[in-house]
């Protein structure tokens, strides 16, 4: 199969890589750049666990092709931290208590950034929603949305 070049701009750094027409941006990350935060599991988009923002948006890089990604801009939860410092989110969840085994947690996390780019004065209901698409098995959901409602606040 045929591989074409692409430049990639991941975490506010160009990156150069070779791939064919089916790879996954979540495949990409991955194998070819070690970015093992962005997590795998059901490859179908039902879980949020391989959730990154591709333009300020949360997508799930499971099911986004990587030649779709060309010429936009990628962010990983390596990302997301700037300066050695936590972002909010970061420490809300950890402050929170939200954070058990931890597999869902970058996906929560950047989902919710997502959200709160947009809708900086959420409600309890209104994160539940926003994070409805990311599937934890561990904390229940309360933990979480608390997190999710400190950092809003401090975010604002």
């Known amino acids: 199969m045929a591989r074409i070049a692409l430049t990639l701009s991941i975490n506010?750094?160009?990156h150069e890589v070779s791939v064919e027409p089916s790879r996954t941006l979540l495949d990409v990350l991955r194998t070819d750049l070690g970015l093992t935060g962005t997590k795998e599991n059901c490859l179908e988009a039902?879980?949020?666990?391989?959730?990154v923002l591709l333009d300020g948006e949360a997508v799930n890089a499971c099911i986004v092709l990587a030649v779709r990604c060309r010429d936009r801009a990628i962010v990983t939860i390596e990302g997301l931290?700037?300066?050695g410092a936590l972002h909010p989110l970061q420490r809300a969840f950890i402050d929170a208590g939200a954070v058990q085994c931890?597999?869902?947690i970058p996906g929560m996390i950047l989902a919710a950034k997502a959200y709160?780019?947009?809708h900086p004065a959420p409600g309890d209901d209104e994160v539940r929603?926003?994070?409805a698409g990311n599937l934890c098995?561990?904390?229940?959901?309360?933990k979480?949305?608390?997190a999710v409602l400190s950092a809003a606040r401090v975010m604002r």
Request: negative net charge; hydrophobic residues 25%.
């Open 129 to 131: 929603e926003a994070l």
């Open 12 to 14: 506010g750094e160009r």
């Open 81 to 83: 931290a700037a300066g």
């Open 137 to 142: 098995r561990c904390t229940g959901y309360q």
């Open 116 to 118: 709160l780019d947009t």
């Open 46 to 51: 039902e879980c949020g666990v391989c959730t």
């Open 102 to 104: 931890g597999y869902c």
């Open 144 to 146: 979480i949305t608390d």
